[in-house]
């Protein structure tokens, strides 16, 4: 299949490589050259600007860090709105159900379907193929992408309104942010109280307080003190902040959300948006006096 891609970041350039690896043929765009001319280097063909490969391939995909940035380039100057082939354009970034709808609108305009297809597993899971690929769009479109999205991960048809997708990874990434700042509390305070972080995380994965981060973020990033999973503070910060408006233009309030979210507010504010997420710790411990470090042997 012919691809077009556009966005080679943490997330896109592993998700670009699966695509180039399972056979498709791919015309990439970002920002960065080096980021075009590592997928170039792989087979990939390099194009000027969103359009330029619009003009060429029927299937544009974007994995894009802002909702601005999935805006400009879906429907801004040189987007691929202005494509003379692009037929679908699938959105793997995180939205929200909003902005989606607003570029569906417009690009309908051109006869051009929006494909909502957010990502979740992180930068481990794009570069295994293992993430989970929501979609929501008409059911004929995603009949012909799920081939190629069946490279990238494990692929759920969400629904055909536009948007839904976006609804769904915004619920999935608030159960994500509340279980880092949650596990985070809660093994703050067995420090506090004396207790060796490394047992508390062993003995809450054995038992019922097993969550993904203590599972996999406080063993890899925490508790070795790298703080390097792989998502930044600022793109966990706008995934919340957009499910709060999501739940607000429900008519609905989320009372366990809206705390997690003024906790995330203090860690992007203390921490920056560039940190990783799984540094949310660092605040928590500061306010109680410890450090979580697992005891010397």
Known sequence: MDIGFIGLGNMGSPMAR?????????????????????????????AKSPAEIADQVDTVLAS???????????????????????????????????????????????????????????????????????????????????????????????????????????ANNMLSATAIVATSEAVVMGVKSGLDPKVMIDVINSGSGLNTASRDKFPKSVLPRTFDFGFATGLMVKDVRLCLEEAKSLGMSMEVAEAVGRLWEVVIREMGAESDFT??????????GVVVEPAKS
């Open 18 to 46: 699966r695509l180039i690896e399972a056979g498709h043929k791919l015309i990439v765009h970002d920002q960065r050259s080096e980021a075009v001319e590592r997928l170039v280097a792989l087979g990939a063909r390099a």
């Open 64 to 170: 894009l860090p802002s909702l601005q940035a999935s805006l400009d380039v879906a429907t801004g100057k040189g987007g691929v709105i202005e494509g003379k082939r692009i037929k679908r354009f699938v959105d793997l970034s995180t939205v929200g159900s909003q902005m989606a709808v607003r570029i569906h609108d417009l690009l309908a305009k051109r006869n051009i379907v929006q494909i909502d297809s957010p990502v979740s597993g992180g930068v481990g899971g794009a570069e295994k193929g293992t993430l989970a690929v929501m979609v929501s769009g008409p059911r004929a479109d995603f009949d012909v992408l799920k081939p190629a999205l069946d490279v990238i991960g494990k692929v759920f048809f969400i629904g055909e309104k536009p948007g839904s997708a976006q609804t769904m990874k915004l």
């Open 279 to 288: 540094s949310a710790i660092q605040p928590i411990e500061k306010a109680a």
